[in-house]
């Protein structure tokens, strides 16, 4: 069965600091996609960013991106200039490739101090 | 905002009750998927729906059940509600966008079972 584990349960981080959270999973699976989500305390739950496994290229988005490292299956999310609003409830989750079952991690806990 | 909503946003019941959780989907989105997450922890997959039809579960025993309606609504029930029961459940629906599925979460509805 697909895991997900997510070894840091809380992060903090200084405004306009950069923070790394990790994630690691483990899958026989070629084809699948890998995701990071942001849960804010109001509770819903909002796609940061994705990753194809079959592309070798990190994703981007905007202040967000990540370090796919496919032979360690490692899937870590950097956020730049960290701002207050960033401060959440991140998930690290992977799907199979075709399924819509999402497999999540723990999380961990964004803290952003002013 | 997703475009997803869930309705109630909290609810009490008591062991042994019957419980109905209903979401609305954006339209157009004919998957929905229902979550499980206890507190401290990362979502759970309880099943899914396609086109009405169940299309895939977790691992949760058949007293989870659930309906989906053509106008993009849906409905989670849960019978013999245990303590364990005690969760927030989210729902999701899916899109597929250039061979991507992308999964819209809704704010959830926290169950307490006492």
């Known amino acids: 069965a697909q895991t997900v584990t997510q070894s840091q349960p809380e992060m903090s981080v200084q405004e306009a600091e950069t923070v790394t959270l990790s994630c690691t999973y483990d899958t026989s699976e070629s084809d699948y996609y890998l995701f990071w989500y942001k849960q804010p305390p109001s509770r819903q739950m909002i796609l940061v960013i994705r990753q194809e496994a079959y592309k070798q290229q990190n994703a981007t988005e905007n202040r967000f991106s990540v370090n796919f490292q496919k032979a360690a299956k490692s899937f870590s999310l950097k956020i730049s200039d960290s701002q207050l609003g960033d401060a959440a409830m991140y998930f690290c989750a992977y799907t199979q490739g075709g399924s819509e079952k999402l497999v999540f991690g723990k999380g961990t806990k964004l803290t952003v101090n002013p | 905002e997703t475009g997803v909503t869930q309705s109630p946003t909290h609810l009490i019941k008591t062991r042994g009750q019957q419980v109905t959780l209903r979401c609305s989907s954006q339209?157009?989105?004919?998957?929905v998927s229902w979550y499980q997450q206890a507190l401290g922890q990362g979502p759970q997959f309880i099943f899914q729906y396609y086109r009405e039809e169940e299309n895939g579960r977790g691992n949760f025993p058949p007293r989870f059940s659930g309906l989906q309606f053509p106008n993009y609504s849906s409905e989670l029930n849960v019978n013999a509600l245990e303590l364990d029961d005690s969760a927030l459940y989210l729902c999701a629906s899916s899109i597929t966008s250039g061979g991507f599925i992308e999964q819209f979460f809704g704010p959830g509805t926290r169950l307490t079972v006492l």
């Open positions: 339209s157009g989105h004919n998957t």
